[in-house]
C-alpha cells in the first residue's frame, strides 16, 4: 500500500487525503479547486503524463478525472483537455468558523539548480538491470564487502569513464562512494592528514562542498571566475593551498568551460608544486551545442582526481558514485572509507553496473540529453518572446542556465517569484564569502520540473522577470 504521507503530483503538487490512490487524488484536487489554487480554466496534465509522474496506472488517474467530471469540479472536452470547472464566487463565511488549515510552505513550481527530472528514472530498466545483477551475484556480494567498491562496477566504470570522459582509469584506482559530497568529505579528511591546510575554490560554487572542506580543517581561498572559467594562472598566488576544487566542463553555477589554457595552468601548478586537483565532472555528459570536452584527469593521472555521480544521470537517491584516484591516494582513501562507513550498497553497485554493462545507461543518458536540450531551446525562446531584455548564458551543456537581470534586480525578482508560488535562486547564493559582489542573475534549474509541470513552471518564471 502507498503511504498516504507521500506526495501526488510532482506537476500539481496535491497533498494526499484517504487511504486510496484514486480517494487521495480526488480529494486532493477538490482541495486545491476549493481553495483557488487551481483557477478555473486551468488545464490538467493528461491522465498519462500524471499517472507517469505518480507511478500509478493510467486508470487510476482517469478514473478519478471522470468521477470529478461528474461531480462537476473539472470538465473534459475533446481537443480541450481536462480542465478545472467554473464556478461561481464562494460565500462569505465567519473566519471563526473556518479550521485554520496549515500554510502551504512548498512552491507550487521549483526552478532551483542541481536535480534532473526524477520523472524520468528508467523504472523498467533498471529493475531489469537489478534482477539480473541479484540473479547472477555471489553469496559474498551480500556481506560487508570491500570499501573500495564491488570489481564488477569498478570494471565497468573504467570502461566506460574511458570511452565517455577520457579519463585514464582501471578498476584499481576506483573508490565508489555515495556521491561527490561523500567522496569530498572523504579526500578532505586524507588531505588534512597528509598535512595541506588550503583547498583554494572557485568564487562561485556550493557552499555545501566548501563547508565539508572546512569541517575537515581546511581553508578555502578563492579563486577568481570569469567568462574563461577559473583564472588557475594565479594558483601560484596561493602558498598554502595544496589542492583546488574545480568544476572544468561544465563551471557551476556559472556554467562555462574551462578555456585550454587554464586547465594546462592547472596541472602545470599541480606538477610543479606537488598539488591536486580535485575535478568534478557533476554534469559531464549533458552537452548539446559543442563536442564534449574531455576529463581533466586525462591530462595528468597522477595529479588530479576525478569524482562523478549517477546524480544527475540517474538520480541522487541512489546514492552512488566514484572517485578516480593517483595510485598514491587509494590505500589513503580506501582506509578513510572503511573507518568511516566501510561501503555502499552492494546490490545497487551490481545493478549499476549491469546497467552500464547492458548498454542501458548510454540509452537513457541520450534519451535525457534530448529531453533537456527540448527544455533548453524552450526556455531560449519564451525568454526571447516574453522577456527579451534578458540574456542567457551557461546553455551549451549540463541542466541549468544563468538568467541575466539588471543591475539591482536579483532579490526582487526572487521575492516576486516566492509570492508566485515559484522557487528560484540568484547567484548571489553561490558566491564566496571572500569573493567581489558580481552581477545580478539567477541560476534556473531546468531539469528538475516534470515533463508535466515543465510548460507551468516555464510560465511562471516569464511572468516574474523584468
Same mark, same amino acid.
Given at each position: $500500500? ?18 486510496? !490512490?484514486?480517494?487521495?487524488? $480526488? ?10 489554487? =487551481? ?10 503524463? /500524471? ?8 486508470? @487510476? ?12 469540479? !473539472? ?17 462569505? @463565511? ?23 527530472? #526524477? ?7 533498471? #529493475? ?116 583546488? #576544487? ?47 570536452? %574531455?576529463? /581533466?584527469?586525462? /591530462? ?13 544521470? /540517474? ?7 566514484? $572517485? ?21 550498497? @552492494?546490490?545497487?553497485?551490481? @545493478? ?5 554493462? +547492458? ?8 534519451? $535525457? ?39 539591482? +534586480? ?13 522557487? =528560484? ?12 559582489? %558580481? ?28
Amino acid at each position: $500500500m502507498t503511504d498516504s504521507r507521500a506526495t501526488f503530483g510532482a506537476d500539481l503538487h496535491l497533498e494526499p487525503v484517504g487511504r486510496g !490512490l484514486r480517494s487521495g487524488l $480526488m480529494e486532493a484536487l477538490r482541495e486545491a479547486v476549493r481553495t483557488g489554487r =487551481l483557477a478555473p480554466g486551468t488545464r490538467l496534465p493528461s491522465s498519462r503524463v /500524471l499517472a507517469a509522474d505518480l507511478g500509478v496506472a493510467r486508470n @487510476t488517474v482517469a478514473d478519478a478525472y471522470a468521477e470529478l467530471v461528474a461531480e462537476g469540479w !473539472l470538465t473534459a472536452r475533446q481537443g480541450s483537455g481536462t480542465r478545472v470547472a467554473p464556478r461561481s464566487a464562494p460565500r462569505r @463565511t465567519d473566519p471563526a468558523a473556518v479550521p485554520a488549515r496549515p500554510v502551504r510552505s512548498r512552491a507550487w513550481y521549483d526552478l532551483k539548480p542541481g536535480t534532473p527530472d #526524477l520523472s524520468g528514472f528508467p523504472r523498467t530498466a533498471w #529493475l531489469r538491470a537489478a534482477r539480473k545483477a541479484l540473479t547472477a551475484a555471489p553469496d559474498d556480494a551480500f556481506g560487508y564487502g570491500d570499501p573500495q567498491g564491488r570489481v564488477e562496477l569498478r570494471t565497468v566504470l573504467a570502461e566506460y569513464l574511458a570511452r565517455a570522459r577520457g579519463v585514464y582509469a582501471d578498476p584499481e584506482r576506483i573508490v565508489v562512494c555515495a556521491g561527490f559530497a561523500h567522496g569530498l568529505a572523504l579526500l578532505g579528511r586524507v588531505l588534512r592528514a597528509r598535512r595541506v591546510r588550503e583547498v583554494a575554490v572557485e568564487s562561485y560554487g556550493l557552499d555545501l562542498h566548501t563547508k565539508l572542506l572546512t569541517d575537515a580543517g581546511l581553508r578555502i581561498p578563492c579563486l577568481p571566475l570569469d567568462e574563461h572559467g577559473s583564472r588557475t594562472g594565479e594558483l601560484g598566488a596561493l602558498r598554502g593551498a595544496g589542492a583546488v #576544487l574545480l568544476t572544468p566542463a561544465h563551471q557551476f553555477p556559472t556554467g562555462v568551460p574551462l578555456h585550454p589554457d587554464r586547465r594546462a595552468d592547472a596541472v602545470d601548478w599541480a606538477r610543479s608544486t606537488g598539488g591536486l586537483i580535485l575535478e568534478d565532472d557533476y554534469d559531464g555528459e549533458f552537452r548539446y551545442d559543442r563536442q564534449p570536452v %574531455g576529463a /581533466l584527469q586525462g /591530462l595528468d593521472p597522477e595529479r588530479v582526481v576525478h569524482l562523478g555521480t549517477a546524480s544527475k544521470s /540517474l538520480a541522487p537517491g541512489l546514492r552512488l558514485g566514484w $572517485m578516480v584516484l593517483p595510485r598514491s591516494l587509494v590505500a589513503e582513501v580506501v582506509a578513510a572509507k572503511g573507518a568511516a562507513d566501510r561501503t555502499t550498497g @552492494t546490490p545497487d553497485q551490481l @545493478t549499476l553496473a549491469e546497467f552500464i554493462a +547492458s548498454g542501458a545507461y548510454d540509452r537513457h543518458v541520450r534519451s $535525457m540529453r534530448l529531453r533537456y536540450r527540448r527544455r533548453r531551446d524552450q526556455l531560449v525562446a519564451a525568454l526571447a518572446d516574453r522577456a527579451p531584455g534578458v540574456r542567457v548564458g551557461g546553455i551549451a551543456a549540463g541542466l541549468h542556465a544563468v538568467l541575466e537581470l539588471p543591475a539591482g +534586480s536579483e532579490r526582487s525578482v526572487i521575492q516576486a517569484a516566492a509570492f508566485q508560488g515559484l522557487a =528560484l535562486e540568484g547567484l548571489a547564493r553561490y558566491r564566496h564569502p571572500d569573493a567581489p559582489a %558580481g552581477r545580478d542573475a539567477l541560476v534556473i534549474g531546468y531539469g528538475s520540473p516534470s515533463e508535466s509541470a515543465w510548460a507551468g513552471a516555464l510560465d511562471a518564471l516569464c511572468r516574474v522577470l523584468p
